[in-house]
């Protein structure tokens, strides 16, 4: 079922998007933002036409435990759409560029050993639903191939069947991040479990385009899927509380692929400088400091490794202010 606007600003929403998405955007960059915004709008303020700054000052203000990244990507979409209306001929109001300041550098949560295998532990005991009955299949296969090939979890969610190629033992990743596309080797034990996965879900959705399918509507999991059922699995482990205080992101997989990927090469005794460009390519980074990045979350203990070249790494470890 396509998404359904309801507030006043709804035909501005779903024009915006639509223009964005000629001019090649994706629309998952706005939907859910702005999605929350049109609830948010259709509840407390339903006879509202305009988009003002009162209206936008109770919208940004932050939910429980929501990191500062989180509300200014909220008010990117507001501000987007805000533009958009202006251009259009309806005054509304625009938040002034850095208005909420700069984002400030996020820090992937490294998962401990014991932590990854209570979480797969709890993903492999998800418990059977009447009305959805592949959830418990795709649950745990999902979260392995992120995981295990370094995926943005978006890449996962809306790999179609024909993108999985068994016999060549690749995916291929198509319309990621900037419009990039890739393939990428898949190691034989995920491959192995991706395959039996398909079989059963060939099964009960024989017409399936996407790989990763609840139902049989022929539509992607929802990123607000993925959340739940990765918070469900959190709570089936019985772990309650995480070093730092942080809270875990799927998105986080991806970063201990490539932080734990980095610290094999460097107990192997591998040369970085000559690795780093291949596992850049292979989780498809724009830039490699996107990848050097990670090597600043690898323990102190490794300052000193030959396995490094600090002087050609010197400025190549930027802030990390987005997921990449």
Request: hydrophobic share 35%; proline share 6%.
């Amino acid at each position: 079922m396509d998404t359904v606007y309801r507030s006043k600003f709804a035909p501005y929403i779903t024009e915006m998007i639509s223009y964005k998405k000629a001019l090649g955007y994706s629309e998952s960059t706005y939907r859910q933002n702005l999605l929350n915004f049109d609830r948010f709008c259709y509840d407390k303020y339903p006879e509202e036409k305009n988009i003002t700054q009162e209206l936008v000052n109770e919208w940004l203000v932050a939910r429980p435990n929501e990191h500062i990244n989180g509300v200014k990507r909220r008010a990117s979409a507001v501000r987007t759409l805000a533009k958009y209306m202006n251009a259009v001929g309806v005054p509304a109001y625009v938040i002034p560029i850095g208005a909420l300041g700069r984002d400030k550098p996020f820090t992937p949560y490294i998962y401990s050993n014991s932590e990854l295998e209570s979480f797969f532990q709890a993903a492999d005991q998800y418990p059977k639903s009447i009305r959805s009955p592949l959830k418990d299949h795709t649950v745990p296969v999902l979260f392995r191939l992120i995981y295990g090939c370094g995926l943005r979890p978006q890449e996962a969610r809306k790999l179609k069947r024909s993108d999985v190629d068994f016999d060549g033992k690749t995916i291929y990743i198509s319309d990621s991040k900037r419009h990039k596309d890739r393939m990428i080797p898949v190691d034989a034990g995920i491959l192995d479990i991706c395959k039996e996965y398909d079989i059963v879900a060939n099964v009960m959705f024989p017409a399936r385009i996407y790989f990763f399918q609840i139902s049989g509507n022929n539509k992607p999991c929802s990123n607000e899927w993925g959340n739940v059922v990765f918070r469900k699995c959190w709570q089936l482990t019985g772990i309650r509380f995480f070093h730092n205080g942080q809270t875990p992101r799927v998105f986080d997989f991806r970063h201990n692929y490539a932080s734990r990927r980095i610290m094999q090469w460097l107990d192997e005794g591998k040369d970085l400088n000559v690795l780093i460009p291949y596992l850049s390519a292979y989780m498809g980074h724009v830039y490699l400091s996107d990848t050097f990045y990670y090597v600043h979350l690898i323990p102190d203990l490794i300052a000193n490794t030959p396995s490094i070249d600090w002087n050609k790494m010197s400025g190549c470890i930027p802030e990390v202010y987005c997921n990449e």
